[in-house]
């Protein structure tokens, strides 16, 4: 129960970190930053640090999916054994990362960044976010994307797993 609650916290994170970074992209774009000015070194450090939320979610995420595999080694064997191919083992665990573990945190990571960006918070530290719905939008396309090619690794390692070895306990 836990390791759910923790892959849902870097799903919405992840969302989150590129939703802000793409409402400061776009208020950068429109003009709202100056050339040489102090907001270019405000700029750069929200990125490295939206990059590095990025990169621990996405390690976070590949270690809570080989977690769940590895928990769920012996179903997967049945249904290798049955007859599953392989394709079919590894479109089971990429929709099973997408629709009933990624879905809700992302909306609401790429819904809570813009509501994040057009709060006064922001002003207090003289950011100008730009908000918008293509930004929530875009947010939401790039994290689903982001958490399919976390989910990759997991996923052809669970395609991989030879029947016998899931029902003897070695494996993954």
């Given at each position: 129960?836990?390791?759910?609650?923790?892959?849902?916290?870097?799903?919405?994170?992840?969302?989150?970190?590129?939703?802000?970074?793409?409402?400061?992209?776009?208020?950068?774009?429109?003009?709202?930053?100056?050339?040489?000015?102090?907001?270019?070194?405000?700029?750069?450090?929200?990125?490295?640090?939206?990059?590095?939320?990025?990169?621990?979610?996405?390690?976070?995420?590949?270690?809570?999916?080989?977690?769940?595999?590895?928990q769920n080694r012996?179903?997967?064997?049945?249904?290798?054994?049955?007859?599953?191919?392989?394709?079919?083992?590894?479109?089971?665990?990429?929709?099973?990362?997408?629709?009933?573990?990624?879905?809700?945190?992302?909306?609401?990571?790429?819904?809570?960044?813009?509501?994040?960006?057009?709060?006064?918070?922001?002003?207090?530290?003289?950011?100008?976010?730009?908000?918008?719905?293509?930004?929530?939008?875009?947010?939401?396309?790039?994290?689903?994307?982001?958490?399919?090619?976390?989910?990759?690794?997991?996923?052809?390692?669970?395609?991989?797993?030879h029947p016998a070895?899931?029902?003897?306990?070695?494996?993954?």
């Open positions: 129960m836990i390791l759910k609650r923790i892959s849902y916290f870097h799903y919405f994170l992840t969302a989150f970190a590129l939703g802000l970074t793409l409402s400061i992209h776009s208020s950068y774009q429109k003009g709202q930053l100056f050339a040489g000015s102090a907001y270019e070194t405000a700029l750069l450090i929200l990125n490295l640090f939206a990059a590095g939320v990025i990169v621990i979610c996405a390690l976070g995420l590949i270690g809570n999916l080989l977690t769940a595999i590895q012996r179903s997967l064997g049945v249904h290798l054994a049955v007859g599953a191919k392989p394709g079919d083992i590894l479109r089971l665990v990429l929709l099973d990362t997408v629709l009933k573990r990624a879905i809700l945190p992302v909306l609401l990571g790429g819904a809570g960044s813009q509501l994040f960006a057009a709060s006064p918070i922001p002003k207090l530290f003289t950011l100008p976010f730009s908000p918008s719905l293509g930004n929530t939008v875009w947010c939401i396309l790039a994290s689903l994307s982001f958490l399919l090619l976390c989910a990759l690794y997991p996923a052809v390692t669970a395609a991989r797993l070895e899931a029902w003897k306990g070695e494996g993954i």
